[in-house]
């Protein structure tokens, strides 16, 4: 079955500063991976997604990458603000199959 | 439109108890899954419904977890003779087919006496 590997385990960043969150995956059928948000005590709620026909994709602030030939894709957050600490995963996903979730990511944004 | 919903929001059970933990998924969402996170750990697979499939039941812990999906909606997992390392967050997730975008209910607080 499909490995889905996250570093960092956590990560501190300045305010202001940017965080990237990578991930790796062993499954090259492996289509669709979506990163999700989880703040302390709530549910995780989709923040971006990326399928395996583009190579980049950015929503204001936060930005994904995939490379399908290193079976990698990252997460970049810009301009982090207090707001931005919480616990992320990704995920990564084969068709006709369930999703396979990264162990996490606790950033913390130092005011 | 209405999300995920989960009930209940908290179980308080002692051990030895069984329980039944709901998931109405969001209408029309063909797939259906269910995690289990312990406190400040990841998300554990637990079981997948796939329309009308066979689920996936490969990521439960013992014979004591098993989880049924009525009519293509509602879902309940059932967690028989309840010991404290079940003791966790229960949550529910749905989406609209197999590799699409999961939305997570608020999840079920399990404590086990």
């Known amino acids: 079955g499909e490995n889905v590997e996250q570093h960092p385990s956590t990560l501190s960043v300045q305010e202001g500063d940017s965080a990237v969150i990578k991930c790796t995956y062993s499954?090259?059928?492996?289509?669709?991976f979506p990163w999700y948000k989880q703040e302390l005590g709530k549910r995780p709620q989709l923040i971006i997604d990326?399928?395996?026909?583009?190579g980049e994709k950015k929503d204001q602030r936060i930005a994904v990458t995939l490379n399908k030939t290193a079976k990698h894709f990252s997460l970049h957050i810009t301009e982090t603000q207090p707001e931005d600490s919480a616990v992320y995963f990704c995920a990564a996903s084969i068709p006709g199959n369930q999703f396979y979730f990264g162990t996490g990511t606790s950033l913390t944004v130092i005011p | 439109g209405a999300g995920v919903s989960q009930s209940p929001s908290n179980k308080v059970t002692e051990k030895g108890k069984d329980v039944e933990l709901r998931c109405d998924p969001i209408?029309?969402?063909?797939?259906l899954y269910w995690y289990r996170q312990s406190l400040g750990q990841g998300l554990e697979f637990l079981i997948y419904?796939?329309?009308?499939?066979?689920?996936?039941k490969s990521g439960l812990p013992s014979d004591r977890f098993s989880a049924e999906r009525t009519g293509g909606s509602v879902s309940t997992l059932t967690i028989q003779r309840t010991q404290q390392e079940d003791s966790a967050v229960y949550l529910c997730a749905s989406s609209p087919w197999t590799d699409g975008t999961q939305y997570f209910g608020p999840g079920t607080r399990l404590l086990v006496l």
């Open positions: 990326i399928r395996s026909n583009v």
């Open positions: 419904f796939q329309g009308n499939s066979a689920p996936d």
């Open positions: 209408s029309g969402h063909t797939a």
């Open positions: 499954d090259s059928a492996s289509n669709y």
